[in-house]
């Protein structure tokens, strides 16, 4: 039986300045769609981990972090006896190298950043994760979608992968809809456009398949 779940959901914002930041589009709609099914299915702990959003769903244990770093922190407090972790933020790639105390001005042309990576979350729960764990990982890609995510779904050592294929015709990101493949090591099952909040009924029932029907 699933009685604790983790949710990392929204973006990261990674500071440069006091005034800038490098960020992303994530809204935060599939991390409360995903909460909000938990709780419909009577789970006893949902720890939600997010980055800045606008909505927050309710009888969660609520994390509020900003950075990638922070975001680590928090899931590795909180993943160790999580029947499943559901890793949906869009956590940022790189950050600044330097943070500059002072906002950076406008002294040319152009301006020369140094990032370096930001750790791979997913990857190191991946790689520490236990037998009875259900670890869900997120992916968004814009070319060579299934090999790029049959790809993550071994190196990351996950149970499953909700792959987005970013277009315009399914920009993905702050929309209410969203059309995504379920990836699993013995599967790929497409789900067609529609609400995010449908997405994640059927996220959840493909969690149930892989727990034995528990949850």
Same mark, same amino acid.
């Given at each position: =039986?699933? !009685?604790k779940v983790v949710i990392t959901s929204g973006p990261?914002? *990674? +500071?440069?300045?006091?005034?800038?930041?490098?960020?992303?589009?994530?809204?935060?709609?599939?991390?409360?769609? $995903?909460?909000?099914?938990?709780?419909?299915?009577?789970? #006893?702990? %949902?720890?939600?981990?997010?980055? +800045?959003?606008?909505?927050?769903?309710?009888?969660? *244990?609520? %994390?509020?972090? *900003?950075?990638?770093? *922070? =975001?680590?922190?928090a899931a590795w407090e909180h993943w160790q006896d999580?029947?499943? %972790?559901? =890793?949906?933020?869009?956590?940022?790639?790189? !950050?600044?190298?330097?943070?500059?105390?002072?906002?950076?001005?406008?002294?040319?042309?152009?301006?020369?950043?140094?990032?370096?990576?930001?750790?791979?979350?997913?990857?190191?729960?991946?790689?520490?994760?236990?037998?009875?764990?259900?670890?869900?990982?997120?992916?968004?890609?814009?070319?060579?979608?299934?090999?790029?995510?049959?790809?993550?779904?071994?190196? !990351?050592?996950?149970? =499953?992968?909700?792959?987005?294929?970013?277009?315009?015709?399914? +920009?993905?990101? #702050?929309?209410? #809809?969203?059309?995504?493949?379920?990836?699993? +090591?013995?599967?790929?099952?497409? $789900? #067609?456009?529609?609400?995010?909040?449908? %997405?994640?009924?059927?996220?959840?029932?493909?969690?149930?398949?892989?727990?034995?029907?528990?949850?």
């Amino acid at each position: =039986m699933i !009685k604790k779940v983790v949710i990392t959901s929204g973006p990261t914002l *990674e +500071p440069i300045d006091p005034v800038r930041f490098i960020s992303n589009r994530s809204s935060g709609k599939t991390g409360y769609y $995903l909460a909000y099914e938990a709780r419909q299915r009577k789970i #006893e702990r %949902i720890v939600f981990i997010s980055g +800045p959003v606008r909505a927050y769903p309710e009888g969660v *244990e609520l %994390i509020k972090v *900003e950075t990638a770093q *922070e =975001m680590k922190q928090a899931a590795w407090e909180h993943w160790q006896d999580a029947d499943v %972790i559901i =890793m949906a933020a869009a956590v940022c790639d790189f !950050k600044s190298v330097r943070y500059y105390s002072e906002k950076i001005k406008k002294t040319g042309d152009s301006l020369v950043l140094e990032l370096v990576r930001n750790p791979d979350i997913l990857r190191e729960i991946g790689q520490h994760k236990k037998a009875r764990q259900i670890l869900v990982g997120y992916a968004a890609e814009t070319e060579n979608i299934f090999e790029n995510g049959q790809k993550k779904l071994r190196e !990351k050592k996950l149970d =499953m992968l909700v792959l987005n294929e970013i277009s315009t015709r399914n +920009p993905a990101f #702050e929309s209410d #809809e969203n059309q995504v493949y379920l990836l699993t +090591p013995r599967a790929i099952k497409k $789900l #067609e456009k529609m609400k995010k909040a449908t %997405i994640a009924v059927h996220v959840w029932n493909e969690i149930a398949n892989l727990s034995g029907g528990n949850g």
